[in-house]
């Protein structure tokens, strides 16, 4: 799915209210995703979605589990690049 952006551009997200809120979701959820990358581990898949749900009420149920895998992605490239 494309969309002409407001630049001129395409926008390919799919998800732009995701793409709105990433931001702060990130700042909310860092701090889980780090602790369990400390240990090697990573967060279980209920403590985030319970943790953006309540920082995200609004937010549809279905679109929790596409901000999870996007936030989780995103922590570890940055994760990996830092060590490097």
């Known amino acids: 799915m494309s969309v002409q952006s407001g630049n001129g551009g ?3 997200r799919k998800y732009p209210h995701i793409r709105d809120i990433f931001d702060d979701a990130y700042r909310i959820a860092s701090p889980l995703l780090a602790t369990h990358g400390e240990g090697g581990g ?40 830092s060590r490097q």
């Open 10 to 12: 395409v926008e390919r």
């Open 42 to 81: 990573t967060p279980s898949r209920s403590m985030l979605h319970q943790t953006l749900h309540n920082a995200f009420p609004d937010l549809h149920k279905q679109d929790l589990p596409i901000l999870i895998a996007s936030l989780t992605r995103v922590f570890r490239e940055q994760d990996k690049s």
